[in-house]
């Protein structure tokens, strides 16, 4: 009796979860274009999606955002990482905790508090606030992950590099890189998916020369889901599940 349970609770669990992205995922290859009916199997609305010029600029400015400020947050992150790891200094409790502070505040908040801050320093909204926005909110996540990898590594290894006359520079590309690498890695996936999927943020900072995908998709569906739509959002699943696995690989790869 406990077991059917179990398997009846985890399976009506499964369901809540998933029975919307099936749906969403059956209605971009359903003929009709209302999506209530199945009138058959049809590619006709990934064709209408690739003839779509407004969304594939929208989306290539999505994915440019995303591969900068993704290696930008993860280049500053890896460094933050390593100073906090080798170093130790009065406010590095508090730097910690501010980095949590960041990662937990809800979007709304962060959202205004950098469009306050932008519009102070006369900053045009645009590409270059989006760009600053993305690093921002990604830069925490870099932190927590590239540092709890190197939380695990004996410090005497950096000790003996050091006796044996390793400068600061061979020390962080021949010891802490390659064992860190994984989680750097890990970081960047994290720091791309997350920007890539952003609303919120990005709806307070950019200016209206410059849209992104996922902006231009919530302005879409305000007058109805489009059956194209349904396509992008399949693939932006697909592309999010495949970084998602391929983060969590890196990660338990090198544990």
């Not at 926005?133 to 939380?151: D, E, G, K, M, Q």
């Not at 590099?161 to 750097?184: H, M, N, Q, S, Y």
Request: glycine residues 6%; contains cysteine.
């Amino acid at each position: 009796m406990t077991k059917l349970f179990k398997s009846s609770f985890l399976f009506v669990l499964y369901a809540y979860l998933y029975i919307p992205i099936i749906v969403l995922i059956a209605n971009s290859f359903n003929q009709s274009r209302f999506g209530f009916h199945w009138q058959g199997f049809s590619m006709r609305w990934y064709e209408a999606l690739f003839n779509n010029d407004s969304l594939l600029t929208a989306a290539g400015h999505s994915i440019t955002i995303a591969l900068l400020s993704a290696t930008a947050a993860t280049a500053i992150g890896t460094l933050t990482s390593v100073a906090l790891y080798r170093y130790r200094f009065r406010s590095k409790a508090m730097v910690n905790g501010m980095l949590f502070v960041v990662m937990m505040s809800p979007d709304i908040v962060m959202a205004i508090a950098l469009l306050t801050l932008f519009l102070a320093l006369g900053f045009s909204l645009g590409f270059w606030s989006l760009l600053a926005a993305h690093i921002t909110f990604c830069l925490p996540f870099v932190v927590v992950t590239v540092y709890s990898r190197l939380n695990g590594f004996d410090k005497n290894m950096l000790e003996a590099a050091k006796d044996l006359g390793a400068t600061e520079g061979t020390t962080f590309w021949k010891i802490i890189f390659p064992l860190a690498r994984p989680a750097v890695a890990a970081g960047w996936l994290l720091s791309f998916t997350l920007s890539l999927d952003d609303v919120i943020i990005s709806s307070f900072v950019t200016g209206p020369d410059y849209q992104i995908l996922p902006l231009r998709i919530y302005s879409m569906v305000k007058i109805g889901v489009s059956p194209d739509v349904n396509a992008l959002a399949t693939l932006l699943l697909v592309a999010s599940l495949f970084l998602v696995v391929l983060a969590q690989l890196l990660l338990k790869d090198k544990k």
